[in-house]
T-cell receptor, first 115, second 112 residues
Framework: DADVTQTPRNRITKTGKRIMLECSQT?????MYWYRQDPGLGLRLIYY???????NKGEISDGYSVSRQAQAKFSLSLESAIPNQTALYFC??????????????FGPGTRLTVL | GESVGLHLPTLSVQEGDNSIINCAYS??????FIWYKQESGKGPQFIID?????DKRQGQRVTVLLNKTVKHLSLQIAATQPGDSAVYFC???????????FGKGTKLSVIP
């Protein structure tokens, strides 16, 4: 079974709709991250969480919100989706105990299309 | 601002040849670097990492070289195979930071 799972894997929605992307992990990691990937722009950090009570904005948090429901779950919401939020979204985890090493483990991604 | 970038967006190599993928970074405080491989339809996967107190690190068929003087990172893949075809990203993190900054990616295509 995959260590980091994302649901849904694909989603098509309309402008103005509220969308939630979910991420679950079985690695027991404290830290979780949400990235978006656009062609030619690499991965950009949206939000990250170092534990259940800790939420931090990343590089491109505008238009997004997150919820860390449990150590294993981190969801990303688009309150009112717009077309330029069409992208591939990745969840990742890393281990607090890893110290300065910050290897992140990625989920399979969610492809979101906003019409 | 600080950034991590790649010199070549695409690279085509013959099967069996060695591949070299380059990455430039601008944050002189960066002290940990990672190479990720992303196959089509999948999330990035860790390949190899290196700390700033090292110049070279070898894995299975892969070697990462770090030149701190010119802020340059490279990934060498020996005897490139069709399964190596993917997009490769470098990523870095600065001292005391746990956030990764990713480069834009290089697409490696292996010609059979």
């Amino acid at each position: 079974d995959a260590d980091v799972t994302q649901t849904p894997r694909n989603r098509i929605t309309k402008t103005g709709k509220r969308i939630m992307l979910e991420c679950s992990q079985t690695k027991g990691h404290d830290r979780m991250y949400w990235y978006r990937q656009d062609p030619g722009l690499g991965l950009r950090l949206i939000y990250y969480s170092f534990d259940v009570k800790d939420i931090n904005k990343g590089e491109i948090s505008d238009g997004y919100s997150v919820s860390r429901q449990a150590q294993a779950k981190f969801s990303l919401s688009l309150e009112s989706a717009i077309p330029n939020q069409t992208a591939l979204y990745f969840c990742a985890t890393s281990d607090l105990a890893g110290g300065p090493n910050n290897e992140q483990f990625f989920g399979p991604g969610t492809r979101l299309t906003v019409l | 601002g600080e950034s991590v970038g790649l010199h070549l967006p695409t690279l085509s190599v013959q099967e069996g040849d060695n591949s070299i993928i380059n990455c430039a970074y601008s944050n002189s405080a960066s002290d940990y670097f990672i190479w990720y491989k992303q196959e089509s339809g999948k999330g990035p996967q860790f390949i190899i990492d290196i700390r700033s107190n090292m110049d070279k690190r070898q894995g299975q068929r892969v070697t990462v070289l770090l030149n701190k003087t010119v802020k340059h990172l490279s990934l060498q893949i020996a005897a490139t195979q069709p399964g190596d075809s993917a997009v490769y990203f470098c990523a870095e993190t600065g001292s005391g930071s746990y956030q990764l900054t990713f480069g834009k990616g290089t697409k490696l295509s292996v010609i059979p």
